[in-house]
């Protein structure tokens, strides 16, 4: 999957002289965390809404209003910005995003802003991805390492008429196991279980129903 299938497109933005108090507002009313920084057509910097706390005023001051408004963004954004491009794969940007310390990505296509990718569309997209915002039940096992066993787990569902919702594989405790964790559509996995087990795989757990441990 790809960074466009899942980024914001309708992007709130500021300009550096854009005062703290539109800024916040903004990061209210939109209910959003991050806002691009604008000359123009090009991306000057990002700012967050932690960004803007830490130079705002105390709300205790009586004239904090007056004193916040004098604040501009480029007084607190960020001039070094991590940006991710359409067509990168969503795990290359997650990786960007986790070594960068960053709570999100602008997105950049010929020079131009087109998106934004936060923490939030991550997540929601690995939630899709493992299945568990669908009803499911969660079934791991322990595999030997040798070809074969992933396809016997497959063979089984398929004799059972139940689709894997997703399918992970984890290294296992030693270098002669891994983990394999599915979630499947059914709410009552039990003979799937039972059918795990007579082909000679240990099931490991755990085992969750509707999504949920």
């Not at 903004?26 to 806002?35: A, G, P």
């Not at 706390?53 to 607190?76: G, H, N």
């Not at 910005?81 to 709570?103: K, N």
């Not at 079934?139 to 992970?168: K, M, Q, T």
């Amino acid at each position: 999957m790809l960074v466009e299938h899942i980024m914001i497109r309708d992007v709130v933005t500021v300009t550096p002289d854009t005062p703290l108090t539109d800024a916040l507002q903004l990061t209210r009313v939109r209910r959003i965390r991050h806002l691009p920084v604008m000359e123009g057509d090009r991306l000057v910097g990002i700012v967050s809404d932690r960004d803007m706390r830490d130079v705002c005023p105390s709300i205790l001051d009586p004239i904090w209003e007056p004193k916040a408004r004098r604040i501009r963004i480029e007084d607190c954004m960020k001039h070094e910005v991590l940006t991710a491009q359409p067509w990168d794969f969503i795990e290359d940007a997650a990786a960007d995003m986790y070594r960068g310390q960053v709570g999100c990505l602008p997105v950049i296509d010929n020079g131009r802003l087109v998106g934004i990718l936060t923490e939030r569309d991550i997540l929601h997209t690995l939630l899709n991805m493992m299945g568990v915002l669908e009803p499911s039940s969660r079934i791991e096992v322990e595999l030997p390492n040798r070809p074969g066993g992933l396809a016997d787990v497959a063979d089984i569902l398929r004799a059972r008429r139940v689709n894997a919702g997703s399918v992970l594989i984890f290294p296992g405790k030693t270098p002669y196991t891994r983990r394999l964790v599915l979630r499947v559509q059914t709410m009552d996995p039990r003979r799937i279980l039972e059918d795990i087990a007579a082909a000679g795989y240990r099931v490991v757990g755990p085992l969750s129903h509707g999504g949920r441990e």
